[in-house]
Structure formats: C-alpha cells, structure tokens
C-alpha cells in the first residue's frame, strides 16, 4: 500500500525550531516529488514546496521561500520540513502529498501534522 | 484577484446533482489547465478526486466512484466538478488545484452540503 505517515502534533514557543517528517512506503521513494502543503486553522489549502528525493531538487513557493526548509533522506524514505524560528502565524496543518508524476498533481497524502506555537 | 476563485458553499439534496465550479482569474484560459479536484473531511487530509484537462486527458482517482465527474465551460472560464447522484457522505469541502506561473495554486474551496 502507498502510503504516506507523517510525524506526531508539535506544540512549541516562538523562536523554537522544528523539524517534522513524512515517511514513504509502497512505492519508489526518489522517483515521486513530495509536497508540503499547509492549512491554516478554519482555511485553505496553500502549496509551500515540494522536493524530488532522488537529487534534493527542491522548489518553494514565493510565499514560503526563505521562511521554512524541505529536505529529504532517500536512505530512510523520509522528506521534511523545517523551521529555524517559528512564529505563531505557523500554527497550522501540515500535509506532505505525493506528486503523481512530471507535470502532474498530487494523489497521496499524509494525514498531517499539526503545529501550534504559543508562548 | 485571486487566481482560482470558487464559492464558499452550496447546498444539496440527497439523489441530485451538484457542480461545483472553479473560476479562473481573468487572462487566464481554462482550456491550457489540467483542474486537479480535491476532497477534503472535517479532520481527514485531502482527497484525490480526479483531474481534468479534456474528454481525451483525464483521470479519476483510484476508488473515486464514476458519480464524479469533470469538465470545463469554456464560456465561464471554468473547471467543474460535478457530482451526481448525491449522497450525505459527499458531504465536504471541495478544492480545484492548477499549475500556474511556477507553483500549485489552490481554490479557496467550497463546502457542499447535503441535505
């Protein structure tokens, strides 16, 4: 079974880093792009970046480029994403999803993380 | 103006029919978009519905029944997603995804409600 399983709800201050993961199984790991995608409490969906885990080729959307970090280690089939210094406007759901294929959408999601900071 | 604008909400009863549109801005062409269609549950990730770019590229979700289906309106400008023969698990929101200008851009979704 493809499947995606993400890391455990984070409840963290600000200033404090983080670092959560989603783990692949089921499928080929560095040949799909994995996405991150956050969602606001009570909002929509908002693409963050995504990653292709065979070369760490990685693009961010304008609105989170320098904010958070993606990563992936193809040796243990897991992709991450992380901040150096979070902030209470990072209080959200965090989804990893599978790209399908070249050009394609998203068909596999995790089922998410949840962070909140709060002093 | 947001790139994908689709209504907040929309009502139905069970058995009927709904189409869930997706417009998009202004000086964008529907016809040149694959509209990725999305489920979403309350406390559940999205769904992959399905996606569609013609009557000749397209594809539906694994285990996403046939009563799901997509089009376009070229005249609106719009992605539809339509869904018949409604039933009370339908009940959810609903996202249209693009690719545009180098990033996914999301609809800001609409919850369908059957009753």
């Known amino acids: 079974e493809v499947q995606l399983v993400q890391s455990g709800a984070e409840v963290k201050k600000p200033g404090e880093s983080l670092k959560v993961s989603c783990k692949a199984s089921?499928?080929?790991?560095?040949?799909?792009?994995i996405g991150w995608v956050r969602q606001m409490p009570g909002k929509g969906l908002e693409w963050m970046g995504i990653i292709y885990p065979g070369d760490s080729e990685t693009t961010y959307s304008p609105s989170f480029q320098g904010q958070v970090t993606i990563s992936a280690d193809e040796s243990i089939r897991s992709a991450y994403l992380q901040w150096s210094s979070l902030k209470a406007s990072d209080t959200a759901m965090y989804y990893c999803?599978?790209?399908?294929?070249?050009?394609?959408?998203?068909?596999?999601w995790g089922q998410g993380t949840m962070v909140t900071v709060s002093s | 103006q947001a790139v994908l604008i689709q209504p907040a909400s929309l009502s139905a009863s069970p058995g009927a029919s709904a189409s869930l549109t997706c417009t998009l801005r202004?000086?964008?062409?529907?016809?040149?978009?694959?509209i990725y269609w999305y489920q979403q549950k309350p406390g559940s990730p999205p769904q992959y519905v399905l996606r569609f770019k013609s009557d000749s590229d397209k594809q539906q979700g694994s285990g996403v029944p046939s009563r799901f289906s997509g089009s376009k309106d070229a005249s609106a400008n719009a992605g539809i997603l339509l869904i018949s023969g409604l039933q009370s698990e339908d009940e959810a929101d609903y996202y249209c995804?693009?690719?545009?200008?180098?990033?996914?851009?999301f609809g800001g979704g609409t919850k369908l409600t059957v009753l």
């Open positions: 089921g499928y080929s790991f560095p040949t799909y792009w």
């Open positions: 202004s000086g964008i062409n529907v016809g040149t978009y694959t």
């Open positions: 999803a599978r790209r399908m294929g070249a050009d394609e959408g998203f068909d596999i």
């Open positions: 995804m693009i690719w545009h200008s180098d990033a996914w851009v």
